[in-house]
């Protein structure tokens, strides 16, 4: 599944090869990849047509294009599109072969290159919403069916005192905090894992309990395990194509914790010990993260 730093590379690609460029017709393969745009395919469409792509922007997962209109105004409306587990945005010459799993194809007024949604497991979806003033940043506009999703720990507009405080209201675990898309947004279950490794906490620790401390060295650890990813990634968008591929092209990272059961813990040797989780698992290092008397799950 794509994670915040594919997401982000994917973003810069776009940035860099849709940016400016006027769509002349687009064309939905697949009404699934559209289902959230509840007036249907046709008028997904529609909304696409003439309509010029401003740089695009992204918080946690989701990715947006603001669409500005022939006669010059302000954006209204976004393409808002989220890769869910196999999807890809791919750009390329507009003749080239159709992939098997080709569900959205946009063309662009220049004739150049086109742009391709392709989604295997079709989990993914695009829309186009209508902008509204970002709650977490006074000064932008997010689409309007994720305005309720915090920041992430990468934007600007991420506010560590209010998470703080958040946490310290919230009386939950802290990688079930991590993982609430109302207090931040972005971090999946491989980061949630990673970021407390490195900040040395164990996953059940109440959040009542955590200092300014704590919760400032889970933070910064958030961000360096996903800077890390990003510089792994960052050449993939240095081609005339964006091929992120939402399996294969998930970036080849150096794990400390995740997946690394029974494995030796990379600062103390101790074997690395896997938990049941939410129908999942947390990895973490006996040691470093010892369990909390009281634990939280
Ligand atoms: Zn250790």
């Known amino acids: 599944m794509p994670e915040l730093p594919e997401v982000e590379v994917v973003r810069r690609g776009l940035e860099r090869?849709?940016?400016?460029?006027?769509?002349?017709?687009?064309?939905?393969?697949?009404?699934?990849?559209?289902?959230?745009?509840?007036?249907?395919?046709a008028d997904f469409t529609g909304r696409l047509a003439k309509r010029t792509m401003l740089a695009p922007r992204r918080r946690g997962k989701y990715l947006w294009i603001p669409l500005r209109d022939e006669q010059d105004e302000a954006p209204g409306e976004a393409v808002l599109a989220h890769l869910g587990m196999s999807g890809q945005l791919l750009v390329g010459e507009p003749d080239r072969e159709r992939e098997k799993h080709l569900r959205v194809r946009v063309e662009f007024d220049d004739g150049g290159l086109d742009l391709r949604?392709?989604?295997?497991?079709?989990?993914?979806?695009?829309?186009?919403?209508?902008?509204?003033?970002?709650a977490f940043d006074g000064r932008a506009l997010v689409p309007g069916p994720i305005a309720h999703i915090a920041a992430d720990p990468l934007e600007d507009a991420f506010d560590a005192e209010a998470f703080y405080r958040a946490l310290r209201r919230r009386k939950t675990g802290i990688k079930r905090a991590l993982l609430d898309q109302s207090l931040i947004s972005?971090?999946?279950?491989?980061?949630?894992?990673?970021?407390l490794w490195r900040a040395k906490l164990h996953w059940a620790r109440p959040t009542e309990t955590m200092s300014r401390a704590d919760a400032a060295r889970v933070l910064e650890a958030a961000r360096e395990v996903m800077a890390a990813a990003l510089a792994v990634g960052g050449t993939s968008f240095d081609s005339l194509y964006v091929n992120v591929d939402g399996e294969s092209g998930y970036f080849e990272r150096s794990l400390d914790a995740y997946g690394r059961r029974d494995e030796p813990c990379r600062r103390c040797g101790s074997p690395i010990r896997r938990d049941e989780f939410m129908?999942?698992?947390?990895?973490?290092?006996?040691?470093?993260?010892?369990?909390p008397r009281r634990a939280r799950y």
Not at 17 to 41: K, N
């Open 186 to 195: 972005g971090v999946g279950n491989i980061y949630a894992d990673e970021a």
């Open 17 to 41: 090869w849709t940016t400016g460029r006027t769509v002349a017709s687009a064309e939905v393969l697949h009404p699934r990849s559209v289902r959230r745009h509840a007036e249907g395919p």
């Open 279 to 291: 129908n999942r698992s947390s990895y973490s290092c006996p040691v470093c993260q010892p369990r």
């Open 117 to 134: 949604f392709v989604d295997q497991r079709t989990f993914g979806h695009l829309m186009v919403a209508d902008l509204v003033p970002d």
